[in-house]
């Protein structure tokens, strides 16, 4: 795969992120996750790096 996305929830997505950064689960609530979030793993020669954490996705300006 060249590409994946996984919706998931705040306790998922921090136990996904200690993960890559290896951390231990301990330490899962030093990641701030908001509602909504956008989180952007990439692999980088098969390790994974934080791209963008926690990032607040707001909704378009035009919406009723």
């Given at each position: ?11 998922s997505n921090r ?50």
């Amino acid at each position: 795969w060249s590409r994946a996305i996984v919706v998931g929830h705040g306790g998922s997505n921090r136990m996904l992120l200690a993960e890559f950064l290896g951390m231990p689960l301990a330490h899962l609530f030093r990641i701030n996750q908001d509602v909504a979030a956008l989180n952007r793993i990439e692999l980088v020669d098969g390790v994974p790096c934080i791209g963008e954490l926690n990032r607040a996705l707001t909704p378009p300006d035009d919406l009723p």
